[in-house]
């Protein structure tokens, strides 16, 4: 938890520097779009996005100004939008998909974009095991194989029925989508350890630098979209993606128009920010301010580990987390409970009604005698303020990102109430790299904070497909797509998991999936492999003083999350402030 | 001087008189007395607060967010309440009550880790100038070593790889770091010290190397290493203080520290926040002006020219 003051220092450092860089080019501030990066770029030469689990090679910059998606999911419509590509299409038994991409693509270089790029760079996740971005090791468990129809059309075949493969592959529909690369700076090169530096891209800015904290972007001259009519030119001169440091210098960045739109700041400091810069604005103009998030917070548990492989102590656990309290600590009162593992959007709620009319919702309060009767039964007795059981303390580590205070105090929270129902609850705060490198996927820690059941926004596969029983691996190896990190394993994990795979195959809108869901939550409610906590909500800052027309809930037209990669929206729709 | 009995003292021979009761009792030296004053306050407060208000509002959780000192308001308008007479920080704890459990776990920190590092000092300064030779080569080379090597590094290090430390952890760690200066400073004085009279006496009589560097040395450098005592607690209270605002002290239990590195971190100085900083580091203001009274103070026992004369 060192980092955010170091970094805060370095930020200011780094500021200067970068401000430095746009005078000596001649940028001058009202062309710049500077927004916040929340994590330290620890290779700022290495753009091979396939080796990436922190996602900073991509977030920095790269997939908001440089590559392109194939298509963006729209949250305010649902629609899937085309980029890249101008459309896909399925056999009945969506095991075959085709996608026809767009005419007239191009990279920075000059070469076409086409059918080849996109044949050989799904070639290079499905060959090589040991690309371990989620994207990659997600396309590699579906597709069986890929091939070139004509220069604009690409077919898929698939292992198994998929009616959402393009949403969930190539839409950005959280976050990321598998980008594309460019054959003809590739081809030769080993993919596990090739650096792409300098990258090229397809979209309308390139790579001018970087370092371990800001990363700089410039518009080119030309650009395949306003040559063929797709799309005006973007405004915005360069555009700057600068490690702040935490919440206090975030806000004064943002308070002295230094920095055009936030990573997520806690309620009060966005007040303070309000009051000292009336420019400053967020998506919605009053209290609660911010936007909902579709990675609903929860407690992951190592369920290999003792006493934790133990469902009926897992479950106590459930019991003894208060979510009200952690909705009115750690987010001020900004978000609401979980009751189940889904995002609560509207387009959720039919499977979210499903599973709470089956009585698996979890509550809001906490009911600790009923956690404290399940620990006792299974032989743990309280003594002074912790149970032990043949001289053992019940304890518990609970790894945490320190990157931001919102997972700090939620964990904070959390090891209060297990402290107080007598488990010897510690917080271990990682740094952000080494918590998604090393902790998450090899299962090295006991509980730790995540959202990894995150994916579903309209529809429930996308989130309970990832903790299916395929996906098990041992301690120490790396957990496939970060899917069931948990390693939950055994008979209710199997009876689960035939259910999710039951639902896989079924379209959009089958009237039978929300009983499924429900019937497959039963085994979820049982063993809990992981512990619901609370919905996120992201309060981003974004300044109104220097560029006008950022995505709020009056001009939705997409999420306000820059660090996604539809934030190529939000820059083309960025306009000048009078 | 009989004519002068009933001639009332002139200014110059009150001062005069003053003085030499000053002389008479070195130790109650003004300063000397403040800084104590101001130490024993703070451990005051740690034992009757615990005794008078609830210590378990230093949890996460146990009282409304950000409420500002009675008296105050907060940018929300809400008033200080008399519940929480200090304010209450963003994570729900109360002021008050981190301050008399935080404080005194800072100057305990300081206190043992100058304690133990005080103790090895004193031991291998007199084994360095006593014996002298290959092991005065050996502790004087690593003393000279270690004084070049920034504390705070390598203790960001260490701290980061223990995780979540406790107190006397963290104290005992740095005591590591505060030995050297002791040893340095004790070698010089005991080499002076071993050609006075009475040390070669007590050699030609036999006495022992431990009698000789415990009992018949030790005594005369007390002054002296209670100066250099109280250096070094300042020195392991501002490198503790040090760790614990970059977030590597203990998590659960509060320390000044702490508490104004949780301010920092969750904004607290942009939000106006300004009792759940101002008040830890006016405590540790508080702690290091007595400890430099203190030093003073005894600066002036044992060198009797540094006192004033008026």
């Known amino acids: ?578 | 001087m009989t004519s002068q009995d009933h001639v009332p003292m002139t200014r110059a021979e009150k001062r005069q008189a003053k003085r030499i009761r000053r002389f008479d009792n070195p130790w109650m030296n003004p300063k000397l007395l403040w800084g104590v004053g101001l130490l024993l306050g703070i451990i005051a407060l740690g034992l009757i607060g615990r005794v008078l208000w609830d210590p378990e509002l230093v949890f996460t959780g146990s009282a409304p967010l950000k409420l500002p000192p009675v008296g105050f308001e907060n940018l929300r308008r809400q008033e200080g309440i008399w519940d929480y007479p200090l304010g209450t920080d963003g994570g729900g704890r109360d002021l008050l009550a981190l301050i008399i459990i935080g404080a005194p776990n800072t100057l305990f920190v300081g206190l043992l880790a100058s304690l133990i590092g005080m103790s090895i000092g004193i031991f291998l300064g007199f084994s360095a100038g006593f014996l002298g030779g290959r092991t005065d080569d050996t502790i004087r080379v690593l003393a000279d070593v270690m004084i070049t090597i920034p504390p705070l590094l390598i203790l960001v290090v260490f701290q980061s790889a223990f995780g979540d430390v406790t107190l006397t952890m963290m104290a005992l760690l740095i005591a590591g770091f505060v030995w050297q200066s002791p040893t340095r400073l004790i070698r010089a004085q005991v080499l002076s010290m071993k050609q006075s009279g009475y040390v070669q006496m007590a050699q030609l009589s036999g006495a022992s190397t431990g009698h000789i560097m415990f009992r018949e040395m030790l005594p005369n450098l007390v002054p002296y290493l209670f100066g250099s005592f109280i250096a070094s607690v300042t020195t392991s209270i501002v490198t503790a203080v040090g760790l614990e605002v970059l977030g590597l002290g203990p998590q659960r239990i509060p320390t000044l520290g702490r508490t104004i590195y949780e301010a920092i971190n969750a904004g607290a100085l942009i939000q106006n926040l300004w009792w759940w900083w101002g008040i830890p580091t006016l405590l540790l203001a508080v702690m290091f002006i007595g400890l430099l009274l203190i030093n003073l103070g005894l600066d002036e026992v044992s060198n009797p020219r540094l006192r004033k004369l008026s």
């Open chain 1, 1 to 578: 938890m060192r980092t955010p003051i170091l970094r805060a220092a370095a930020s200011v450092i780094a500021f200067a520097a970068a401000s430095g860089m746009a005078l000596a080019q001649d940028v001058a501030r009202e062309d710049t779009v500077i927004f916040d990066l929340d994590r330290t770029i620890q290779d700022p030469e290495n753009f091979n996005w396939f080796t990436d689990n922190s996602g900073v090679k991509r977030i920095s910059g790269a997939h908001q100004t440089m590559w392109e998606p194939l298509f963006i999911l729209n949250y305010g419509t649902g629609e899937l939008e085309p980029w890249l590509a101008t459309g896909a299409e399925s056999n009945d038994e969506f095991t075959e998909w085709t996608l026809t991409l767009r005419e007239g693509v191009t990279w920075s270089d000059g070469e076409a974009f086409n059918a080849d790029d996109v044949v050989y760079t799904v070639g290079v996740a499905l060959e090589n095991d040991e690309l371990s971005a989620r994207e990659a090791a997600a396309l590699r468990g579906q597709v069986a194989s890929v091939e070139k129809v004509d220069d604009l059309t690409v077919r898929f075949t698939l292992n198994a029925p998929n009616p959402r493969f393009v949403v969930e592959n190539f839409g950005v529909r959280i976050a990321n989508s598998f980008l594309i690369m460019p054959e003809h700076v590739w081809a030769g090169e080993d993919p596990a350890t090739f650096t792409f530096f300098p990258p090229i891209g397809t979209g309308p800015y390139e790579y001018s630098s970087g370092a371990t904290n800001r990363m700089i972007w410039d518009k080119r001259d030309s650009w395949w979209g306003a040559d063929t009519g797709f799309m005006d030119m973007p405004e915005p001169a360069r555009v700057i993606f600068l490690e702040s440091g935490g919440e206090e210098s975030r806000a004064q960045l943002m308070v002295s128009n230094q920095l055009d739109a936030a990573q997520n700041v806690t309620i009060g400091t966005f007040e303070a920010i309000q009051a000292q810069n009336p420019n400053v604005i967020a998506w919605y103009d009053d209290y609660p301010f911010a936007a909902a998030d579709p990675c609903a917070r929860q407690l992951e548990i190592n369920t290999t580990i003792a006493p934790w492989d133990n469902a009926n102590m897992r479950k106590a656990v459930a019991h003894i987390i208060d979510r009200s309290q952690i909705v009115n600590i750690a987010y001020e009162g900004t978000t609401e409970a979980s009751q189940t593992m889904f995002a609560q959007y509207g387009s959720m709620d039919p499977f979210i009604n499903a599973v709470v009319d089956a009585g698996y919702g979890l509550p809001a309060r906490s009911d600790v005698e009923a956690g404290q009767a399940l620990i006792e039964a299974e032989g743990w007795t309280r003594d002074g303020d912790y149970y032990t059981k043949d001289g053992e303390t019940l304890s518990v580590n609970i790894h945490v990102n320190s990157a931001s205070t919102e997972y700090t105090r939620t964990i904070d929270v959390i090891v209060e109430q297990l402290q107080r129902a007598g488990i010897d609850a510690r917080a271990v705060p990682v740094e952000n790299g080494v918590f998604w490198g090393e902790v998450l996927p090899f299962g090295a820690y006991e509980m730790s904070y995540s959202w990894l059941s995150c994916g579903s926004v309209n529809e429930p596969w996308a989130s309970m497909g990832r903790y299916t029983v395929k996906d098990v691996v041992p301690v120490g190896e790396r957990s496939p797509g970060f899917n069931n990190t948990a390693r939950w394993d055994g008979a209710a994990a199997e009876a689960y998991s035939a259910i999710v795979d039951e639902i896989s195959g079924r379209a959009l809108g089958d009237e039978a999936v929300p009983g499924l869901v429900a019937e497959a939550y039963q085994h979820l409610d049982a063993e809990m492999p992981f512990i619901p906590l609370v919905q996120a909500a992201k309060l981003l800052p974004m300044n109104t003083t220097y560029w006008t027309g950022w995505p709020t809930a009056d001009n939705y037209y997409n999420s306000p999350f820059f660090w996604w990669g539809h934030t190529h929206q939000i820059i083309h729709n960025l306009e000048k402030a009078q």
